[in-house]
């Protein structure tokens, strides 16, 4: 399958791999920011044809894992209530929540519906007239033009029954995070390919400025990933610090403009909690002004939720790149992907989540 | 002892859902779920000699004659789909469950719940299915039942059908005859069946000429007896796939079982739409493929007479029993760059990703 089987070559993978094995002097630990690439990295194996100088640590990109525990319970409220035809992507049905997850909810009738696309969720509430519909928009940079597509098309056709429930979050400020903290020890970054398709790479400029390390756009299939391993030794090494596009395939420098368009349209950037790290400040997006009442927060009056999390499970640490999930005692014992007891085993490219299916 | 880092931020964790107060959908999903719910429900309250043997069916022996009798529901929707429907389902499932004891499938019985509504002309078309894919299977359909439940309590049609087949061979075919060193062949390309039901499913429409798999399978297995195969195992992929399949055949057998992904075919269709939706196809549902765990100086020629027969044409051998029994029961995997890793259960149906 072509842009598929070129990047999974055997023999290709093997040549990267020996050109980084080349390069690497010394030991290097280097972050991939998106959940999307940590699953490839553990189901292809990529790590084991890497120099054991090279410790690949896995951030806080997984969109599921980081969706705060209180939102989630916010879901499941609304989504219990009579008359509520709550639609969400798929994996964030299973993600439990204080008490009970949206599988659940379905369980004792409640009307969770899976879609593949946020427009599926407007055209819903257009053939649904008398009920609500609510869509969790859940995400970073990637799927927020999609959801912020939704919210004005529904607004375009008076569609009134419409909401979002919004837990968007952004990868720059995540990345910033990690970085300030006292405890980092990550010395390069695989930007995301994906939000960079969408977002470009410029705002990453300020930030390998202003730490120093090297920030690489990487793409999603073994190769890609491993050439955004060399692109990022190589900086390592010659004591370089830029930004660089490995992934010029899907990636343009200045991102899809108009998709950025219908982002500034709908959306505004706010504080945003991070489940298994705490608030972060401007790292999300909330509805504008102009489109708040299409905010399902508000309709449902679910705003004010709090929820406490059990501070027993390591995922902060690991989310920060700063533990592995074999380190924690819990792992494959107390928490399991049936069990979690933390953000990064709940999701399928959660860190955990990840390690436990491919690595036990 | 360097101490323990500790984070800047406060850590916060979701507490742990111990237990599902309701039955959920993935507790019939053919993964760790409803794996669980056998083994903590079922197996104990039922327990005994031919039960524990888990396999496809029963096999046991009546006046002097090995029998192999099986059961299984079918709750497809919708009805019809590219390449089939829930009639030939029903047939082809429960025929092929006895195909998997190597029994000759002779005869089936039907239970049919119809939901008040259901058109005529649907119900027609889906017994006259019943009746082409028994004739091609070889079985009859000598007994049934019929309720009607009311409008709201049903999806159209559910049907359960029951199987006795006879064995006509002295091969202890099941988990406990898997042998190390054994190879593991794979009947066809997989995913077929699960990407067709999702492409033609509500909210996840996307266009693909693929069909659904859905074949009898007793053919393929009588050309390996009849040609002398010493077949140890069998076992037909459904719900969870290729990786269930073998993760079952692992854990019954008390053996490891190491797989080549680059050796197991899928079909271009289905790798695309398992691309799209982030799904693995080794854990995509299947209707017309199995595996058999044959031993290894047999595996060429078995792959032979496997493909010699169409349904077979893209057989392939995909992996080995590992020669020692010194680690876990698990399945490894090596992937298409080489390296190895788990194929483990999932937890219950694969879920579309975010992105």
């Known amino acids: 399958m072509k842009f598929i089987d070129e990047y999974r070559d055997r023999e290709g993978a093997e040549k990267c791999a020996r050109a980084i094995a080349r390069i690497t002097t010394r030991p290097w630990t280097i972050m991939e920011v998106c959940g999307g690439q940590t699953h490839a990295i553990v189901k292809f194996g990529i790590d084991e044809l890497l120099p054991k100088e090279i410790t690949l640590v896995h951030g806080p990109g997984c969109p599921v894992c980081v969706t705060p525990l209180e939102l989630i319970d916010k879901a499941i409220e609304i989504a219990s209530q009579p008359g509520v035809i709550f ?61 912020a597509m939704a919210v004005y098309q529904a607004r375009q056709k008076g569609i009134k029954n419409f909401s979002i429930l919004v837990s968007h979050v952004l990868v720059p400020p995540a990345i910033e995070a990690v970085l300030s903290s006292p405890h980092n020890r990550v010395q390069g970054f695989l930007a995301a390919g994906h939000v960079c398709a969408i977002m470009g790479y410029t705002e990453y400029y300020p930030i390998a400025k202003k730490y120093h390390v090297p920030i690489v756009v990487t793409g999603f299939e073994p190769i890609d990933i491993l050439r955004g391993v060399y692109a990022c030794i190589q900086q390592c090494e010659q004591g370089r610090a830029e930004v660089e596009n490995a992934y010029a395939r899907a990636v343009q420098r200045e991102g899809n403009e108009p998709a950025q368009k219908m982002i500034r349209e709908v959306f505004r950037i706010i504080p945003r909690k991070w489940r298994g790290i705490g608030e972060i400040p401007q790292s999300g997006f909330g509805l ?27 995922s902060g640490l690991i989310l920060q790149g700063v533990k592995k999930p074999g380190d ?13 007891l933390g953000a990064t085993m709940v999701s399928n490219e959660g860190a955990c989540a990840a390690y436990y299916r491919y690595r036990r | 002892m360097t101490p323990t880092p500790k984070p800047e931020f406060s850590q916060a964790c979701p507490i742990p859902i111990s237990d599902y107060p309701n039955v959920v959908m993935a507790h019939g999903g053919g993964g760790r779920l409803m ?71 002779l005869y089936l019985s039907s239970g049919l719940i119809i939901e008040e509504g259901l058109p005529m002309e649907t119900l027609w078309r889906i017994v006259q299915s019943m009746k082409q894919a028994a004739d091609k ?92 195969i010493e077949i140890h195992c069998l076992r037909d992929l459904t719900r969870g796939g290729l990786a269930s399949g ?15 992904e680059t050796a197991v075919p899928v079909r271009e ?20 493929r199995f595996i058999a765990f044959v031993p290894a100086n047999q595996a060429d020629r078995a792959l032979g007479i496997l493909r010699a027969n169409p349904l077979g044409a893209d057989a392939s051998h995909i992996g080995t029993v590992a020669a020692t029994t010194e680690t876990r029961p698990i399945v490894t995997l090596k992937s298409q760059i080489g390296a190895n890793r788990i194929l483990d259960l999932l937890s219950g149906e694969q879920l579309p990703r975010i992105c």
């Open chain 2, 137 to 228: 299977a070889g079985v009859q359909l000598v007994t049934g039942d019929t309720k009607v439940v009311d409008k709201g309590k049903g999806d159209g049609i559910f049907i359960n059908t029951a199987g006795v087949g006879v064995i006509e061979h002295n091969l202890p075919i099941g988990p406990g005859s898997v042998r190390p060193g054994d190879a593991v062949l794979l009947s066809g390309d997989i995913g077929r069946h699960g990407i067709t039901i999702m492409s033609v499913r509500d909210g996840l429409g996307f266009e693909t000429s693929i069909e659904s798999d859905c074949a009898p399978l007793w053919s393929l297995v009588a050309a390996l007896i009849d040609q002398g």
């Open chain 1, 328 to 340: 924690c005692t819990a792992f494959g014992k107390k928490c399991t992907p049936e069990h979690p």
């Open chain 1, 288 to 314: 504008s002004e102009a489109y708040e009442e299409f905010d399902a927060e508000k309709r449902f009056g679910v705003a004010g939720y709090t929820a406490e999390e059990s501070s027993e499970c390591i």
């Open chain 2, 35 to 105: 794996q669980q719910l056998i083994e903590s429900i079922f197996v104990p309250t039922f327990k005994n000699d031919l039960l524990s043997q888990r396999h496809d069916g029963a096999v046991f022996s009546l006046a002097g004659q090995r029998l192999a009798f099986t059961t299984d529901s079918y709750v497809v929707q919708p009805l019809f789909f590219p390449g089939g429907d829930i009639g030939t389902l029903a047939v082809n499932g429960t025929a092929n469950d006895l195909a998997m004891c190597g029994a000759r499938p």
């Open chain 1, 87 to 147: 639609c969400s992507f798929g994996d964030m049905l299973r993600v439990p929540g204080s008490k009970r997850d949206l599988l659940a909810v379905k369980s004792t009738g409640g009307d969770v519906r899976m879609v593949y696309s946020p427009l599926d969720a407007v055209k819903i509430a257009a053939e649904n007239p008398s009920r609500q519909v609510v869509f969790f928009a859940v995400g970073f940079e990637t799927t927020a033009p999609a959801n």
């Open chain 2, 269 to 288: 269709e289905v790798r695309g739409a398992c691309e799209i939706l982030g799904f693995d196809p080794i854990y995509v549902a299947n209707e017309g």
């Open chain 2, 246 to 260: 073998l993760n079952e055949i692992a854990q019954a057998a008390n053996l490891p079982i190491a797989i080549d």
